[in-house]
């Protein structure tokens, strides 16, 4: 432990002593709010107000209503609750069954008639289903819908409850849940990257691409929260909060068991698919999970405690993709008798401690150790603007382990007005990119543009990573029944990366090729050994008041953060094409401040609490992890290509590769930064108040409760961007580019088939491989506008003997704008719908056209149109149904065409820029866009998914059989196909990955 994580575990523990607290009591705590009122319909003031349950520790929470009548009791914990309303001269007022979930505000008021205390009213009524205090918008997930309904537990699979979810891919749609775990997603034109979850009330930003899947047997609760985040959250993304179980007063635990194999599903592909080269479905490989949990008390109604453990491993074949029977050399060749397929697998071991220390004091502690493995990583989707294929011997094993977090919070409610929490945790993330067996450090990553297909090895590398992060939160409530005012302060350190790489094979022998139709035509070296070293703060101070007066509440939030990074100096030995480098240290690189409102309204129109009018307005910088920017050794050109023409066949580049002038078989260097500085940033790329990325966020909605235990939402969103960053090439201003086009293929299925495609540049040959770039703001060239506006409507129901539905639908549009930048082919802005842009300069990127097709892109509304429903019903016996419909837009349909210097010359007047400009050949080419993104969909994605089950009763215990039939119609949607066009041989829409066919699992769950 170093002097820096010492004192911060002093201060902690300091804290923890001294000022109790819990960390984000919103993310996991409901509240009661209400007015009480006398048979006059006058306020009542000075009532005594308890709210009791069982999921509370210490059983029971009390407060007294205000001069208006007006009461609120936060930091309930989610479950049943009973609350009493109490007054001298007046009959007891008791309100039974009211069903709390986390992030919502029951409205509970009272009415109290003249009696004794002991003569006691007692109501039962339906719990309320519209919040008219609170306006962010989310969806809550008890545990009981988790065990109904059928759907994995893990949450990465909670995107089939939310119609409105974008992962930004088809590739990771799932059918079963026996795919990826890389189910990120954003809503309402949020970025995907700035998901977070939060466990416990703390968000764990370390763990990112599934390689943390918390345990579903410690779940209470899951709320999806999609909108209107408050000054508390440190981003605009989704936030998927888990509230954990915390044991009780009586032992209780459960058993579950998942399963599904090879023989229990269906073939889909049809005669339509294998026409379009599909030579198989996916199917199941492996897959199994086993769990379970034991939680009560090692001290009643003083400390309880929650066990839990879970083994999970699934693995599924990839269609279309093989193993190389020619791995080990330069060539790919199918091998039919081995498919692809991805494999992941976690173990998970948590203990959770529940104290009640005092009367007033409550210490919860928690602890998960979680190894996994991603093997084979990221097979199922592919890479890039050419959504290049990979063989698995491209791909990588990524080892988590070790990978753990620890979670310690204290809340201390000092008086029924005044509550301090605090929190603190930490993420270890440990990730280890290992070759497959059949990949050795010799095997050289090679690209087939005819195949669209990378094999031999992986070119982004093999890594080790360590990244950690300690979090820790602190805040102060006063809470009145008219206010509920919080200021805090959330401090984050991060560690990331290692000082010393010494690996030169990290891309194997540094190296990689490209080829045409087994034809090399270029090859590229690599700055190896190289890796990310760097320390970074992120500490903010938020304030917050929630107002209500009568009928309004107003939800007022500050939130100010500064991410500071600094990297320490770094020493690098000598690779094959790099000598030994050092580096010095650079302090707050980035060093950004954000100050960030966050506003809403809430208005009761009727004053019932069953319709709620509310708007919402928001500021949200991007998500930071850790990373900083601009590191010395990144300035440098990571990598350089160069034309080669293999003259003699012998497959091995015969010229000098550290020589960047043209020699032997080799053009010049694309890069000529490659070993010195080439990259470097303005100021206001790196520091400034409010110039980080950002967006802002709004809403209007309306939510009205159409009959007892049913509500309806209907929403307006709109997401707009800012703080976009771009790349100027100094050293080639915008004269020194040469306008070309290229003639469409003539084919049927692309835009303009048959028509010129221009809009397209080449740098003049005397400045091929100058590289001088700037980062600094786009708005030094011109607007770059990023704008999501769209509609959801949403009805959601509770209903007799546990039977629940809930139906979605959204649509939306995003349009995206970049034209101001067409004739400045020097820059290049470094964000396009939240996708990181190629640097176009560099002849091996994919070039997009700069024409008004491709700089205002318009996804269609039906691209952005999602509709789905989820139902629980029971039935006689004790048996039970459950469904999920999916229907959301499909694969985004895009084309990329590698037209040869020869296609070029006629219209460019010359060779490319890389070229010989004398030679009468030149094996050089350019990879062109023909279609612009997100414009475009295949077929749309239909699925729906059954369960059936069966309770058991076995003494004080219930065993649950379940009988899940997942994609029940057997669809065949395509999640991927092939988008390179060529003019031979060609493949385009060739399918890639289909959805699973029908599947069947069994699963079982013993509850006591």
Known sequence: ??????????????????????????????????????????????????????????????????????????????????????????????????????????????????????????????????????????????????????????PSQFITLIPAANAGSTTSHDVGGVGTDRGFFGVHGQRADDMTFNFAGMDSRVFSGGSFQYNKATFEEVVVETGAGSAEATTGGVQINIIPKDGGNRLSGSLSAEYTGPGLSSDNATDELRARGLSGAPSVKSYYDVGGGLGGPLKRDKLWFFGAGRVEDRAIYQ?????????????????????????????????????????????????????????????????????????????????????????????????????????????????????????????????????????????????????????????????????????????????????????????????????????????????????????????????????????????????????????????????????????????????????????????????????????????????????????????????????????????????????????????????????????????????????????????????????????LNIAYYRTWYGGFLASDNLATPAGSYNSYCITMPVDSRLPNSGEPLCGLYDVTPALTGQQDNLVTQATHYGEQTEVFQGVDVTVTGRFAQGARAQASLSTGQTVNDTCDFNNLPQVQTLLIQGVAAQNQALPSSVVTPRTPAFCRISTPWSGGTAFGFNVVYPLLWNLQASAIYQNKPGFPITATYVPTNAEIKSSLGRNLSECNQAAATCSANRTISLIPPNTIFDDRINQLDLRFSRTFPIRNAKLQGNFDLFNIFNGSTILNEQTRYSNTNNQFMNAIQIMGGRLLKFSAQLTF
């Open 1 to 154: 432990m170093n002097a820096h994580q010492f004192v911060r575990l002093v201060v902690v523990s300091v804290c923890l002593l001294c000022l109790p607290a819990t960390g984000w009591a919103q993310a996991e705590t409901g509240a009661i709010a209400g007015v009480v009122r006398d048979a006059s319909g006058g306020v009542m003031p000075g009532v005594t107000v308890e709210a009791t349950s069982s999921a509370l520790i210490e059983r029971v929470r009390s407060v007294t209503s205000d001069n208006q009548g007006l009461y609120r009791i936060v930091d309930l914990r989610p479950g049943l609750y009973t609350v009493t309303f109490t007054l001298t001269g007046f009959r007891t007022f008791r309100r039974d069954g009211i069903e709390l979930t986390t992030g919502f505000t029951a409205t509970v008021n009272a009415e109290l008639k003249v009696g004794t205390v002991e003569e006691t009213v007692t109501v039962t009524g339906a719990t309320p289903v519209v919040d008219v205090q609170n306006v962010q918008q989310q969806t809550t997930i008890p545990r009981n819908t988790l065990d109904a309904l059928p759907i994995a537990g893990r």
């Open 319 to 711: 269609a279309g993709n093989y193993y190389n029977t020619r791995q080990g050399t330069l060539f790919y060749e199918p091998d039919l008798s081995r498919r692809a397929y991805n494999h992941d697998y976690s173990k998970d071991a948590s203990l959770r401690l529940t104290w009640q220390a005092a009367e007033r004091q409550k210490i919860v502690a928690s602890y998960t150790q979680h190894p996994a493995c991603q093997c084979v990583f990221a097979i199922l989707e592919t890479t890039g603007a050419t959504n290049q294929l990979r063989a698995p011997e491209a791909a990588a094993e990524h080892h988590y382990d070790p990978q753990y977090m620890p979670v310690l919070t204290y809340t201390y409610p000092v008086t029924n007005k005044f509550l301090v929490e605090v929190n603190a945790s930490m993420n270890s993330y440990q990730r280890s990119q290992k070759r497959l067996p059949e990949t050795g450090v010799d095997a050289i990553s090679v690209v087939d543009q005819a195949l669209n297909l990378e094999y031999g090895s992986r070119r982004t590398g093999y890594q080790i990573l360590h990244d950690y992060r300690y979090h820790e939160r602190f805040a102060m409530s006063y809470i009145t029944g008219s206010h509920n005012f919080k200021v805090g302060v959330d401090l984050n350190h991060f560690e990331q990366g290692a000082k010393d790489y010494g690996d030169a094979n990290v891309i194997n022998l540094a190296r990689s090729y490209r080829f045409r139709n087994k034809v090399p035509n270029q090859v590229t070296i690599y700055n190896t050994p190289n890796g990310p070293y760097d320390i970074a703060t992120e500490n903010g101070v938020y304030a917050q008041d929630q107002w209500t007066a009568r009928k309004l509440t107003l939800n007022m939030g500050l939130r100010y953060t500064a991410y500071d990074a600094f990297i320490p100096a770094q020493h690098l030995p000598a690779g094959p094409f790099e000598p030994v480098r050092d580096f010095p240290a650079v302090e707050h690189s980035p060093q950004w401040k954000n100050l960030s409102p966050r506003l809403g309204v809430a208005y009761d129109l009727f004053g019932s609490g069953k319709t709620a009018l509310k708007a919402s307005l928001g500021r949200y910088p991007i998500r930071n992890v850790g990373a900083a920017v601009d590191y010395p050794s990144s300035r440098l050109a990571a990598s350089t290509a160069r034309t080669w023409n293999d003259s003699n066949g012998n497959y091995v580049p015969d010229c000098d590769l550290l020589n960047p002038a043209a020699n032997g078989e080799c053009g010049t260097w694309d890069d000529l930064s490659f070993g010195r500085p080439g990259t470097h940033r303005a100021a206001d790329a790196l520091t400034g108040l409010n110039q980080q990325s950002y967006n802002w966020q709004g809403s209007i909605s309306v939510q009205h409760e159409l009959r007892e235990n049913v509500g």
